[in-house]
T-cell receptor, first 113, second 112 residues
Framework: ETGVTQTPRHLVMGMTNKKSLKCEQHLGHNAMYWYKQSAKKPLELMFV???????ENNSVPSRFSPECPNSSHLFLHLHTLQPEDSALYLC????????????FGPGTRLTVL | GESVGLHLPTLSVQEGDNSIINCAYS??????FIWYKQESGKGPQFIIDIRSNMDKRQGQRVTVLLNKTVKHLSLQIAATQPGDSAVYFC???????????FGTGTRLTVIP
């Protein structure tokens, strides 16, 4: 069973809503990641946090806002999303940013109406 | 981005047969590779990894082969079982870079 949990597992929201995705890792890792997974496309890295500091932002629109209050928790705040933002959002963690193996959570299936 | 791709998008095998899933990469500076399995409704699950100083690595029922000459990676699953049905994708890490680059995946279907 994965040591990375995500809530909610499913989310439907309108374009004017504000919602947040939550990720928690129980592995004692120092790095956490947000990925977007769309059908028939490779995983797209969105954000990387290392020791609670954002170290990577892959040209993600500002309607996605990450937050890392501590090394075990990661949030993705959503605001004014577009239908094309509908996807599976995956959280992952690794021992540290340079450690190769990342462990994933089950994802949040997001639908934007 | 990096060209981490798969030769076949789908693969069907009979239960009990061996499965081979392939992955091509384009960057000769890639030094670390991972295979992930993603079942329906779940996140990717780590299966096995290999570093570029190795040609082969074995796990439980799985073997990863790395051919650096042709930049090719394969995952072999022995005695494939229905529970192996999933999307499998490879990821690579380039020397000096911190991020993983992922392929699009191959869907493996095991026929009972």
């Amino acid at each position: 069973e994965t040591g990375v949990t995500q809530t909610p597992r499913h989310l439907v929201m309108g374009m004017t809503n504000k919602k947040s995705l939550k990720c928690e890792q129980h592995l004692g890792h120092n790095a956490m990641y947000w990925y977007k997974q769309s059908a028939k496309k490779p995983l797209e890295l969105m954000f990387v946090y290392s020791l609670e500091e954002r170290v990577e932002n892959n040209s993600v629109p500002s309607r996605f806002s990450p937050e890392c209050p501590n090394s075990s928790h990661l949030f993705l705040h959503l605001h004014t999303l577009q239908p094309e933002d509908s996807a599976l959002y995956l959280c992952a963690s690794s021992e540290d940013w340079v450690t190769d193996t990342q462990y994933f959570g089950p994802g949040t299936r997001l639908t934007v109406l | 981005g990096e060209s981490v791709g798969l030769h076949l998008p789908t693969l069907s095998v009979q239960e009990g047969d061996n499965s081979i899933i392939n992955c091509a990469y384009s960057n000769s500076a890639s030094d670390y590779f991972i295979w992930y399995k993603q079942e329906s409704g779940k996140g990717p699950q780590f299966i096995i990894d290999i570093r570029s100083n190795m040609d082969k690595r074995q796990g439980q029922r799985v073997t990863v082969l790395l051919n650096k000459t042709v930049k090719h990676l394969s995952l072999q699953i022995a005695a494939t079982q229905p529970g192996d049905s999933a999307v499998y994708f490879c990821a690579e890490k380039i020397t000096g870079a911190n991020n993983l680059f992922f392929g699009t995946g191959t869907r493996l279907t095991v026929i009972p």
